[in-house]
């Protein structure tokens, strides 16, 4: 069974734009910077001091609309993983959350990194946000989708679900 890994942030997880209604910087989604993940350059904040928030923020954050049709396409059909980077204090609320909402995931199937292409192989998939991400698995031989997000090309969501069907 082909292997697909799932990012959280920006994927599963709709945390920019609540981590921005957090600080009282909504208007910044929608001016946000086509194809910029530069937080600073975005919100004034620093990247360090925009992330650096309570593990109970992390684990209040919205699921992304897509993220239950994604979920459960991809554990009905692929050896499903969860490959998360995440801050030593974010991790814990991360596990929550992903228990919170997908109790049926198997929890020992979450990865957190900061290096995700390591796990990259031949026909393994990742479905990320953040380009950068996207190019290093894809240069070590897998293949990425990226889930549309200001910061990325932001591709329809319907072509990440018309490529994964592609590949049951
Ligand atoms: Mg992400």
Redesign the pocket.
Known sequence: MRRVFL?????L?D?IPYLLNYHDLEHCWEEWGQGNYDIYSNTGMSSQDFFDVDAAVWFDMPKTEWADELVDLCLDNFDTFII??SFPEAMRAKYMWLQKYYKDFNMNKIIFTWRKELLANRNDVLV???II?AELWEENGGTALI?P?PWNNNNDIDHVFRSLKGMI
């Open positions: 990012d959280m942030d920006g994927v997880v945390s998360t980077s990320e946000d953040y991400n889930c997000q």
